[in-house]
């Protein structure tokens, strides 16, 4: 049974081998971000859940059809931990994957995910562009607009704050706090 227990710089040198993309590696560290702010919060394994965030996506440039599938693959012929490849697929759970996610670790990187990119598309909209003076407020008023980041699936989002047993409001001010710690890193400093 693997068990490695990957470094940050081995996450991001294995996330930058099977990804060039722009948007998916600055997708990558805003769920990082805000992994590790809810580590802190939860009192767990920053580091852990940082790198966790990391890598989530790690095969979807490549293998956007065989999501989660591809990462375990990956991820195990690392020798990761798997602890670490169980977290990353089950965050795919009821989409690519049936994997359960049961860890507060594993519901979190489920209920962020998606939540971080609706959280960017509101940034974006925003004349600061910027994260920092966002709130959650504002981004609940798009969430109301189904054809705004139409590709986000809020119901994932309303099932994950269910399963870590905060509300919809917390998650989403949780999120942005965690994806402000890592603003410039995901282009969302802005112009403040």
């Known amino acids: 049974m693997s068990q490695f227990i990957p470094s940050r710089e081995d996450a991001l040198t294995l996330l930058k081998k099977y990804n060039t993309s722009d948007s998916l590696i600055r997708h990558a560290f805003a769920v990082e971000g805000v992994m590790g702010h809810f580590a802190d919060k939860f009192g767990e394994d920053r580091e852990k859940w940082q790198i966790i965030g990391l890598v989530h996506d790690i095969d979807y440039e490549l293998y956007p059809e065989q999501h989660c599938t591809k990462s375990k693959e990956i991820l195990e012929a690392h020798g990761w931990s798997q602890e670490y490849v169980r977290a990353v697929v089950s965050h795919g759970w009821g989409i690519c994957s049936d994997v359960e996610p049961e860890s507060m670790l594993e519901k979190t990187l489920y209920a962020v995910d998606e939540l971080t990119g609706l959280i ?69 400093k802005g112009n403040l």
């Open 120 to 188: 960017a598309s509101t940034a974006l909209m925003r004349p600061s562009v910027s994260v920092l003076d966002l709130t959650a407020k504002s981004v609940i008023k798009k969430w109301k607009d189904k054809r705004f980041a139409a590709g986000v699936d809020r119901s994932i989002i309303e099932k994950g704050a269910v399963m870590m047993g905060i509300d919809r409001t917390e998650l989403i001010t949780e999120t942005i706090m965690g994806m402000r710690s890592v603003a410039d890193a995901i282009g969302l």
